[in-house]
């Protein structure tokens, strides 16, 4: 069965910093693009970060650019998103999400992505 298993949620203050981790398993996804998505309450999920398969191009939306970092472990089939400077805005459910094998580039569309996690909450106070 595969599996998409985020952790690092949390209740943090405004400027605080989280980590958020993404491990997989069931196959491996070496060869997939990968992406974090958030979705807040009463909106729709909406693209965070993306990286591709070997790790060396990664993109953002413009609302995290400069302090969210997305990056990946393929000797333990992990994705993590380091997220700086946090903001009341930022507040979501977080979700960590796969392409399918051998896609290349980055991918910020919801339906690039075949397989998902089950979301780790993150809410930031003022």
């Known amino acids: 069965q595969v599996r998409l298993v985020e952790s690092g949620g949390g209740l943090v203050q405004a400027g605080d910093s989280l980590r958020l981790s993404c491990a997989a398993s069931g196959r491996t996804f070496s060869t997939s693009p990968m992406g974090w998505f958030r979705q807040a309450p009463g909106k729709e999920r909406e693209f965070v970060a993306a990286?591709?398969?070997?790790?060396?191009?990664?993109t953002y939306a413009d609302s995290v650019k400069g302090r969210f970092t997305i990056s990946r472990n393929h000797a333990k089939n992990t994705v993590s998103l380091q997220m700086n400077s946090l903001k009341p805005e930022d507040t979501a459910v977080y979700y960590c999400?796969?392409?399918?094998?051998?896609?290349?580039?980055?991918?910020?569309?919801?339906?690039?992505?075949?397989?998902w996690g089950q979301g780790t909450q993150v809410t930031v106070s003022s």
């Open positions: 999400a796969a392409g399918r094998p051998g896609v290349g580039g980055t991918r910020r569309g919801r339906d690039e992505y075949d397989t």
């Open positions: 990286i591709n398969w070997t790790g060396g191009i990664t």
